[in-house]
């Protein structure tokens, strides 16, 4: 086990809960490759940097590697990803694609443009997955995610889902993993800022015009006239989200 040396409070807090997690719920083991979807967001750049502390903590060796797919608004985005990767000796499986531009065009007549983007870019990430034999795909969703992803689910398709921390793919060739869905979206921007992380803006034009998006605003709106009901619902989701994939948590 190596020092990592002092952390701020949020910085401690997102290693310590997202530790927490792997530890409970066995998400990497000796020897595992595991792949980052690095966006360019807060999340995903807090989760390459935790899990890089968490190669340094932990009693056995595990491999991490970025993968960044720009989605095509702005081919240059991701410009600080690769030098911020080589100086702290990631690799990188960095591409172009069109996923963006072509769910926003007329040629999508049947889903949503977020949709058909995230398809896209799921089936993309799992193919690079295979191509670099890795073991893990690790996504950046966190608690607020797990929250929204419930109320989507229930107010848009009827069903009671939230979002699972750890699930097999392809008879188990691939584990996907979600390793701060403990913690809170203010936590992770503290922490990101602390980690002075090169963090850049979502181009997608429906951003802030999605159906998450608008759950969001509602969400937003009805903890914040009780600060008691955030720490309920957030709370609650959490373990009933854990007690699903292990007992109780």
């Known amino acids: 086990m190596t020092r990592i040396g002092k952390l701020a409070f949020a910085q401690k807090k997102c290693l310590g809960q997202t ?30 940097q935790v899990l890089l502390l968490r190669q340094r903590i932990v009693p056995f060796p595990f491999e991490v590697m970025a993968v960044h797919l720009n989605p095509g608004f702005d081919p240059v985005s991701h410009a600080p990803l690769s030098p911020w990767l080589q100086a702290h000796g990631v690799a990188l499986h960095a591409e172009q694609t069109d996923f963006g531009p072509m769910a926003h065009s007329s040629a999508n007549r049947k889903n949503s443009a977020c ?12 193919e690079i997955c295979r191509q670099y034999n890795l073991t893990h795909l690790a996504l950046g969703h966190n608690a607020d995610d797990l ?18 921390p750890k699930e097999d793919y392809f008879k188990g060739e691939l584990t996907l993993i ?4 403990l913690v809170d979206k203010p936590m992770i921007r503290k922490a990101a800022k602390q980690w002075n992380l090169p963090v850049w803006s979502n181009p997608c034009p ?34 009933w989200q854990l007690d699903v994939m292990k007992g109780n948590f």
């Open 19 to 48: 530790g927490l997690l792997m530890q409970r719920l066995g998400m990497v083991w000796p020897g595992a490759r595991v792949g980052v979807a690095v966006s360019g967001g807060v999340d995903s750049w807090v989760l390459l």
């Open 115 to 126: 949709f058909l983007c995230s398809w896209h870019r799921r089936k993309r990430l799992f």
């Open 147 to 164: 929250v929204l992803t419930f109320f989507l689910n229930l107010f848009r398709n009827g069903r009671v889902e939230g979002m699972t």
């Open 178 to 181: 979600r390793p701060l869905l």
């Open 206 to 239: 429906s951003a802030t015009q999605s159906e998450r998006a608008k759950t969001e605003i509602w969400l937003r709106k009805i903890v914040s006239e009780d600060p008691a009901m955030h720490g309920s619902v957030y709370g609650a989701l959490k373990r």
